[in-house]
């Protein structure tokens, strides 16, 4: 079972307006995936997403290596006030991830992995595995989706996500399929992206595409 909800805090609607627009330019495919949770969740995702989102720009927004772990370091503060009881700092990220933090339980070393998993793409290449599987966890948390057949697959789509083409992404997307029956039809918006990772699809297809997929229970 999750950990009881820390507190009242309710994220101001604007800061949650910021994620869906900051998530639906930046990251469409996920962001039409998110689509299909029920709310609370899908604001969940989208908070997530859009968490996930600044810490891939580490690596954008400077190439000193001091001045991007300050930016991490940033984000390791804001997450234990994220899981803290007080009040976050006024950053739309920030508070819209607090909300869904309180909400469903989750806690700051869940919150910190993914940040240390992209702290390694500073000096070196990203650990897909590592990183894919810690932003799995979470948003498998925010999705109530908690048996290992979801886990395998989801960590194996999120692994995907973070590779270029080949033999090896190939394999995790084959993998997360041969699962389709077994996992928890509630983790299915975090499943659809795999989809996007086979042959190109224009904008209007896509979102078809996702919607019969999530009708059919495929991905």
């Known amino acids: 079972m ?28 996920r962001f039409l995936a998110a689509l299909f949770a029920p709310e609370p969740a899908r604001t969940g995702l989208l908070a997530l997403l859009a968490f996930d989102h600044e810490l891939a720009r580490t690596r954008t927004v400077t190439r000193e290596p001091m001045l991007a772990r300050i930016r991490l370091e940033w984000w390791r503060e804001a997450v234990a006030e994220a899981a803290g009881s007080g ?34 793409e500073i000096d070196g290449p990203l650990d897909v595995m590592r990183a894919g599987h810690a932003l799995a966890d979470l948003e498998l948390q925010v999705l109530g989706a908690a048996d290992p057949h979801s886990q395998q697959a989801a960590h194996a789509v999120a692994a995907a996500w973070l590779m270029g083409e080949g033999p090896e992404r190939d394999s995790l997307l084959g993998d997360a399929r041969a699962l389709r029956h077994r996992i928890d039809p509630a983790a299915l918006p975090i499943l659809l992206p795999a989809l996007s990772l086979g042959r190109p699809m224009g904008p209007l297809r896509l979102p078809l595409a996702y919607w019969w997929a999530a009708k059919r229970g495929t991905y």
């Open 2 to 29: 999750s950990p009881a909800y820390i507190g009242p805090y309710r994220a101001p609607d604007a800061s949650h307006r910021y994620v869906l627009d900051l998530v639906r330019g930046a990251d469409r495919d």
């Open 87 to 120: 009040t976050p700092r006024a950053q739309p990220i920030v508070e819209s991830l607090s909300e869904i933090v309180r909400r469903h339980g989750i806690t700051v070393e869940k919150l910190r992995a993914l940040i240390d998993a992209r702290e390694e």
